[in-house]
């Protein structure tokens, strides 16, 4: 049998970063990518991870953290550092990935972006950063989840402000956040864009806890304040309101609805995620009402569910 010498591995690891601000320091969290085995030349035993504090060039540390471990966190001051990671076989070292955490915050505010994605994944494009660039990173993660599980990066040339980032990994129903940033010739990242969407929107998982408040002879009050759109299977446009009474009038601003049951009633909506109260009013005293509130997003309606009864007390 013939066996190929194990060599150095031959290419950089990719490398990228999570940088959280907290008092007096920065958490710093790095994640690589193992190298493909054509890369690799051999089975990679350890990454060795160099932290030099530019502020104080004398001053480096070593951290050596055992494969197949692919990240690891560091506290660090709020000063600028280099690091640099780097992979090693039985042989030896390979190049060194380099990146630069700048004692400036990076968190300037940026808008966030709503986009839509499709079954083929989602379609991102930035403004170029102005002055020289290397290169730009767009990271991603879950919305709702700890961000170690599933955070992925991608990188894109400097001659690029477009990118598709496809992936088997993209589930309906969850919401993703994209992060665009400009590489300086410095290695220094500078944040430029965020963006977050579904690759495909479901109808809301469930419905609001309405409250019934001042309830008079000729009016009630509905809230739900504490229904919380984040948690959603796709973006809440807004709330429907149904009502029913004996009357089968609708009252101002309500309109003629058929339910799924093809019982008649009276519906209203509200385009306002955000809006989460209603009064409603023109009630007859002593009479007998029910409602149901549910949310609803581009992919329809929050699940069906009993109707509440109120009933109005006399004027007296």
Request: glycine content about 6%; aromatic content about 10%.
């Amino acid at each position: 049998m013939c066996h190929t010498l194990e060599a150095a591995p031959s290419e950089a690891p990719d490398v990228w970063r999570i940088v959280s601000l907290e008092p007096g320091n920065h958490t710093v969290t790095l994640f690589w990518k193992p190298l493909s085995k054509l890369h690799a030349n051999g089975k990679i035993l350890f990454y060795n991870v160099v932290v030099e504090n530019l502020d104080k060039p004398s001053s480096s540390e070593l951290h050596s953290i055992p494969a197949p471990a692919n990240s690891t966190k560091l506290i660090l001051d709020r000063c600028s550092y280099q690091i640099c990671v780097i992979a090693n076989n039985s042989v030896g070292a390979s190049p060194a990935s380099v990146i630069v955490i700048s004692a400036d915050p990076e968190n300037k505010e940026v808008e966030e972006e709503r986009i839509a994605g499709t079954e083929g994944g989602f379609s991102l494009s930035w403004k170029p950063q102005p002055g020289d660039v290397i290169g730009y990173v767009v990271d991603w993660c879950d919305h709702t989840q700890d961000v170690l599980g599933d955070f992925q990066w991608k990188n894109v040339g400097p001659n690029t402000t477009s990118t598709v980032i496809s992936t088997d990994a993209f589930r309906p129903g969850v919401r993703y956040d994209f992060r665009i940033y400009g590489l300086s010739t410095k290695r220094i990242a500078c944040l430029l864009e965020k963006k977050t969407g579904y690759s495909q929107e479901l109808a809301p998982s469930d419905n609001p806890h309405v409250l019934v408040d001042t309830l008079t002879s000729h009016s009630f009050t509905l809230s739900w304040k504490d229904y919380s759109t984040e948690s959603q299977p796709g973006f809440i446009q807004g709330y429907h309101v149904y009502l029913k009474s004996k009357a089968r009038q609708c009252h101002p601003r309500f309109e003629k609805a058929v339910l799924s049951d093809g019982s008649e009633c009276c519906k209203y909506k509200i385009d306002n995620p955000e809006e989460k109260a209603l009064i409603v009013d023109n009630l007859k005293p002593e009479s007998f009402y029910e409602f149901f509130i549910t949310p609803f997003t581009s992919a329809g309606e929050g699940p069906s569910a009993t109707f509440t009864k109120v009933t109005t007390p006399d004027e007296h």
